[in-house]
């Protein structure tokens, strides 16, 4: 599925959970639904810690997934070695938010690590 943008929605409903969870670490999968990212699955038995979040994969259920996203405690929202692991497991987009938890404070990312623009577009989630 191509991807066109993230709702507004959804990444507001990110930049609060991950603000709330510091200074752990927020993960969750990414879903889309018409090619805009919608909603975010929190899979049972993730592990978070100030230093890391781990995704139980196999906890999965039969969905599909277009990426991650997880938050960093600190501003620096680079990927680390893990992150890039993840990546190449969870799909095309990869989002990591950072303090101070805003509209500025994230990036995404594609599964080998490198910036990719991702729009942020104003609709109303669950139309049809």
């Keep these: 599925m191509k991807i066109i ?22 993960a969750g999968l990414l879903r889309a639904e018409k090619g805009i990212i919608s909603d975010i699955i929190i899979l049972p038995g993730t592990e978070s810690s100030d230093r890391n979040a781990v995704i139980k994969l196999f906890m999965m259920p039969n969905i599909s ?5 997880h938050s960093h405690p600190g501003p620096n ?20 938010v950072g303090a101070p938890y805003d509209e500025n404070s994230w990036q995404c990312y594609d599964a080998d690590g ?11 989630l669950g139309e049809e």
Excluded: N, W
């Design 5 to 26: 943008g993230i709702a507004h929605a959804t990444l507001e409903f990110i930049l609060k959970v991950s603000e709330s969870s510091a200074p752990q670490e927020f």
């Design 65 to 69: 997934s277009v990426g991650s996203v």
């Design 77 to 96: 929202i680079k990927p680390s070695k893990a992150d890039l692991r993840l990546f190449g497991k969870t799909g095309s987009h990869h989002i990591i």
């Design 114 to 124: 490198q910036v990719q623009e991702l729009p942020v577009l104003e609709v109303e």
